[in-house]
């Protein structure tokens, strides 16, 4: 590390993953993961602003947006109805991060992440789609 606060490494093989404590690592990079992230963001319907893939594709951590018609707003957050296989991680709204024990309610243009199992990603989306009552 030479004294570098935070060491930080590009990978391409998922078997130097288990390196990364030894070698004093702190973030490791994969581009392939980088890549289908991206990618994946694009095709996920609705407003969803944000995606990682975790676990090797197993899961997603999503970013999106509470539009007026979302069946989020209004719910509180100790409270929050969620499908089966998703969690939530946060509330953004404006430049202040709700946490799931706050006795806050989601707001439209909240932005809200999640944590879904793969095969959940469905019902994520449909949290995040926009309905022609929006327009």
Known sequence: REGAKRALSL?????????????????LIDPRATTVSTILQHIRRGRITGLQTLGGGQAEALEGIALATSPLI??????????????????????????????????????????????????????????????
């Open 74 to 135: 209004g719910q509180p957050l100790d409270g929050l109805e969620l499908p089966d296989g998703v969690a939530l991680g946060a509330v953004v709204r404006g430049n202040k991060v709700l946490l799931s024990s706050d006795e806050d309610r989601i707001k439209e243009n909240d932005r809200v992440l999640l944590f879904c199992n793969a095969a959940d990603i469905g019902k994520v989306e449909h949290l995040f789609r926009v309905s022609l009552e929006y327009f």
């Open 11 to 27: 990978i391409n093989e998922r078997a130097f993953e288990d390196l990364r404590e030894a070698l004093g690592i702190d973030v």
